[in-house]
């Protein structure tokens, strides 16, 4: 017997309405997902496949037009989310952030303060804890970024392009905390395209075309259909 | 709760640690300053007038700082997609919106506090005759404003930040004219205009009903039992402005 899945989405549409005219864009045509407790999932697809919007219905940002998104876990307070390109409160220094999110869950001040404390080491900067946000660099927004979806100590985490932005020390120390977090049985989602991380650190994948999923199963099965898996990635997405 | 409390924090702040605000309440501090030099041509009433330009020049500038803050803060955080930092967090939109709210009142508070301070003291200073009433004053704009800004949040979750600006200072020059309009009306003796501008009157706040200005300088006797009912009329408005905000922001996708 399977236990229950972390994440499960079945028959997800998502339409919008832009423009003037409120034309109607469907976003997602039909996605089946189902993200297995404790796996390091990586979404995949290219640019407008629909991986963003997926994650953003399952938080609730956005509502579906039609299917359902049932998470493995009781509520947002489980939930830990980095969203694309993050911006955050720029008169905020990052210890401030991280403490403001922490009150966000409720967390009581002594478990704050030392999650904040803990989480600024792991993202490597103490040294810039007092710093105020507007100052940081873009891969110093992206590590606060992640600091922040930890703060609460989720079950599930959902990163969407943990790596942009990140020079190769930063990719090394999301990479080493998305594996802690593995190792601690969390479940971890992520975006990404860069395919070389997905490799490293997921087990299970599913690649998204045209606002549907078209292929999803282990990394192994992948690597057996194609040499790297970069080419069975162009396989399927021009298939 | 424990979202609103923090959500106010950080709005406090966010809202006070703009240096906009502050070249706001320069010009205000100035302003003041200037009604020495009105007072100093009006023969024997230098108190009086220093206190009537005062009050105006706190309305004025506490007007700006309510419609523009307020029509940002709701904006602000949709454009710069903090939103989706917040609401991936157990917050609901009803906590964001009080929040956001109760976190410009703080700030609100200390912007009429220092210009009304500054003024009792200029005034005392100069003229000699600073009484608390110019306090009370300060405070019934509080009061006044505190309605603007529910209103112009109200209206930063339907569109732009200019067009919530605009809308929150039409509220209060129509608050204003509001008694006056119904006045005017009754004269008429039209049961579909009366009908109409009873409407209007109960949709925008009448503030020349808590505004003691006039009583400040010694026109007008104030009918303190009046000014209670209306205050508490505008602060179970801002309740209910602020219940539609929330509901109108609650349909928003992100």
């Not at chain 1, 971890?188 to 860069?194: A, E, G, K, P, W």
Request: charged share 20%.
């Amino acid at each position: 017997m399977t236990s229950a899945p972390a994440v499960h989405i079945s028959g997800l549409h998502k339409t919008v309405h832009v423009g003037f005219r409120r034309r109607a864009v469907q976003i997602l045509k039909g996605v089946d997902l189902r993200v297995e407790d404790g796996a390091v999932f990586g979404l995949l697809g290219p640019n407008g496949a629909g991986k963003t919007t997926t994650v953003k219905v399952a938080l609730g940002l956005m509502r579906p037009t039609s299917g359902s998104v049932e998470l493995g876990v009781p509520g947002l307070s489980h939930v830990g989310y980095l969203p694309e390109n993050p911006y955050f409160y720029d008169y905020l220094s990052g210890r401030e952030f991280l403490g403001f999110c922490g009150q966000l869950f409720g967390l009581d001040a002594d478990v704050r303060r030392e999650r904040v404390r803990a989480l600024l080491g792991d993202v490597g900067l103490e040294a810039a804890a007092d710093t105020h946000l507007r100052k940081y660099s873009k891969g110093m927004l992206q590590r606060i970024g992640i600091a922040q979806a930890l703060v609460n100590d989720p079950e599930l985490v959902l990163l969407d392009e943990p790596m942009t932005g990140l020079d190769p020390v930063g990719r090394v120390e999301v990479k080493r905390i998305i594996e802690s977090l593995h190792e601690r049985g969390k479940t971890v989602l992520f975006n990404s395209h860069i395919l070389s991380d997905v490799n490293e650190l997921c087990s299970q994948i599913a690649i998204m075309r045209e606002g549907r999923v078209v292929w999803h199963g282990s990394v192994d099965d992948a690597l057996e259909d194609a040499p790297t898996l970069e080419d069975f990635f162009m396989k399927v997405v021009t298939a | 709760m424990k979202q609103v409390a923090a959500i106010a924090v950080n709005t406090f702040k966010e809202t006070i640690r703009d240096r906009v605000l502050a070249v706001i309440v320069v010009f205000a501090l100035i302003m003041i300053v200037g009604g020495l030099w009105l007072g100093s041509i009006s023969l024997g009433e230098q108190g009086r007038m220093m206190k009537d330009f005062g009050l105006v020049a706190v309305t004025f500038f506490g007007l700006i700082v309510a419609v523009f803050v307020a029509a940002g803060l709701v904006h602000k955080e949709v454009e710069k997609r903090t939103v989706f930092v917040l609401f991936s967090k157990p917050v609901s939109r009803a906590a964001f919106i009080t929040g956001k709210f109760i976190g410009l009142c703080g700030t609100m508070a200390v912007v009429l506090a220092g210009m009304g301070v500054f003024l009792f003291l200029l005034v005392w200073a100069v003229a000699g005759d600073a009484s608390s009433m110019i306090l009370v004053a300060v405070l019934m704009i509080y009061v006044q404003l505190l309605a603007v800004m529910a209103v112009t949040i109200f209206f930063s979750t339907m569109g732009s930040a200019i067009l919530a600006s605009v809308l929150g200072i039409c509220v209060f020059v129509a608050g204003q004219l509001s008694h006056n309009v119904l006045s005017l009306t009754r004269l008429g003796k039209n049961a579909v205009t009366e009908a109409l501008s009873w409407v209007i009157y109960v949709v925008i706040p009448n503030f020349s009903a808590v505004d003691v200005k006039a009583g400040v300088v010694g026109e007008d006797t104030l009918a303190w039992g009046e000014i209670a009912i209306w205050s508490g009329y505008l602060l179970a408005y801002v309740v209910v402005v602020l219940a539609l905000a929330s509901l109108v922001f609650r349909r928003k996708e992100f």
